[in-house]
């Protein structure tokens, strides 16, 4: 059994909220143990779906202790979700240089994680290791890394995939893109309007909604390196966990998926399995009481939030100010202090009272309200799970990554979302959706298309559903790697 020095050990460090009697703990456990590593990716919504997944194992799995790595920052925002006795929390460097001044550049803290890793980790797993023998390692997929780690240490690697199947495809399809379609700028946009059919699967998906990193965007930023570096990973995993519902995916990628990787596991939505936060109460902005006094007419609320990365252009700032302004809609806007600048003067002041406009939401709950009828989003896959949780159409507007992937299965397979006219927010394109959504038959319809939606997503995490039949596969992957 490992001795515990008193000092805490400079590699290995518990977040806030555990303490050396945790360690201690850990060193008295039986040493036939089963002992998951779990590694996230630190940012956007990729952390907190994580944890949600590891909670829910960790809750399944009494027997199984599960250690947690991210940054001391995301570390901090999972404090307010409740965690279990043997769900242990830990935090790894995150690269930024001393006295680092953030200015509010993801791309930045991004490459600076990407230079400490994968030594940050690979130092962590091997300290708790010695102190409790690690029997699986399972991690983000964007951590290719953990394949190596876990092939050092003779054990499982389980990759988790925190969006669409289609977009898990067209990245495990990067080489094939590259030859199909050439990198070279001139020739990208020259194909943009084709069709990815050359995909199984992917037809309805063209060029220009790919992700940034295949073949257009800056290919030798680093994050795209990774991710190309990850396609060739990923089919070496014992099981891929995808963030996704079985039953609304689309059947031909799925497939496809079953052939090229060793397991192919939809266990989504994580939204449905999110504990409740200790923090529940917390609305700092008053948000809830300011829907409570419009609930008296249902689904007539438009609410706009763009997630935690992106910021819309100044110009489209405006013009969604303006057809908010002039539509007469209610409307509670989450939008970070230091972007109020692009809003058209007095705008503020002109909807005090029709309009809220606030720093932060507590999404989930505001989506949940009765009152709330539209959502104007970048359409990332977690918000679109949040639309289907709680049947909320979308107006979308796609910025970069898979949400352009996403806003395609919306409109073209789905039809419960409304694309803004031209691609961008413009006050005629962003009024006629509002009026789509909250007053015209099209809406309504689209809120019954989702509330079906709704049931098959709860039936899938539900006793006998899909996903979770698919979690309880990935335990007993967990459990063997021990065995």
């Not at 394949?147 to 389980?158: C, D, K, L, P, T």
């Not at 590259?178 to 990208?188: A, C, D, L, P």
């Not at 300011?290 to 997630?307: I, K, N, Q, T």
């Amino acid at each position: 059994m490992p001795t515990l020095q008193t000092q805490p050990n400079p590699q290995l460090r518990l977040s806030s909220g555990y303490n050396l009697c945790h360690l201690q703990a850990i060193a008295m456990a039986p040493s036939n143990k089963a002992h998951v590593v779990v590694l996230a990716f630190p940012f956007s919504s990729h952390p907190s779906a994580l944890f949600f997944l590891a909670r829910k194992l960790s809750e399944w799995a009494p027997d199984v202790a599960f250690s947690f790595f991210c940054t001391p920052k995301t570390n901090g925002s999972l404090s307010s979700w409740p965690t279990l006795p043997n769900l242990r929390i830990y935090d790894v460097a995150d690269g930024l240089p001393e006295g680092h001044v953030s200015k509010g550049r993801v791309d930045d803290e991004v490459e600076f994680f990407l230079v400490a890793t994968p030594g940050n980790y690979r130092e962590a797993v091997k300290r708790v290791d010695e102190i409790e023998k690690v029997s699986c390692v399972v991690s983000d997929a964007f951590l290719w890394f953990a394949r190596e780690i876990a092939e050092e240490m003779g054990v499982a690697w389980v990759a988790f995939w925190i969006a669409t199947a289609c977009a898990l495809s067209v990245h495990l399809n990067t080489d094939l893109i590259r030859r199909k379609i050439g990198t070279r700028s001139e020739e990208v946009s020259a194909r943009m309007d084709e069709s990815l059919a050359f995909i199984p699967g992917c037809s309805q998906f063209r060029v220009r909604d790919l992700p940034e990193g295949i073949v257009f965007g800056p290919l030798d930023f680093s994050l795209f390196k990774s991710l190309h570096k990850m396609s060739q990973e990923l089919p070496r995993a014992t099981a891929i966990l995808v963030n996704t519902i079985e039953e609304i995916d689309y059947d031909p990628v799925l497939d496809h998926l079953r052939t090229v990787l060793n397991k192919c596991l939809p266990v989504g939505p994580l939204t449905l399995l999110a504990p409740t936060r200790r923090d529940c109460d917390s609305d700092p902005h008053s948000c809830l009481p300011w829907l409570e006094a419009r609930a008296h007419d249902p689904a007539s609320v438009a609410y706009v939030g763009f997630g935690t990365v992106v910021v819309p252009p100044p110009s489209e700032l405006a013009a969604l100010a303006e057809a908010l302004e002039e539509s007469g809609v209610h409307f509670l806007w989450s939008l970070k202090d230091n972007t109020r600048e692009s809003l058209p003067a007095g705008f503020l002041d002109r909807t005090r009272g029709r309009g809220l406009v606030v720093p932060w939401t507590p999404q989930s709950r505001v989506l949940g309200h009765v009152a709330v009828g539209a959502f104007i989003s970048h359409c990332g896959w977690n918000s679109v799970l949040e639309s289907i949780t709680f049947v909320v159409p979308m107006i979308y507007r796609p910025f970069f990554s898979d949400q352009r992937i996403n806003a395609r299965i919306l409109s073209q397979v789905l039809g419960i979302a409304v694309e803004v006219k031209g691609g961008v927010l413009t006050k005629d394109g962003v009024m006629d959706g509002l009026d789509l959504l909250l007053k015209r038959k099209e809406g309504k319809e689209m809120r019954e298309r989702i509330g079906a939606l709704k049931l098959i997503a709860k039936n899938a995490v539900g006793e006998t559903g899909s996903s979770t039949k698919n979690l309880k596969t990935a335990l007993e992957i967990i459990r063997g790697s021990a065995a």
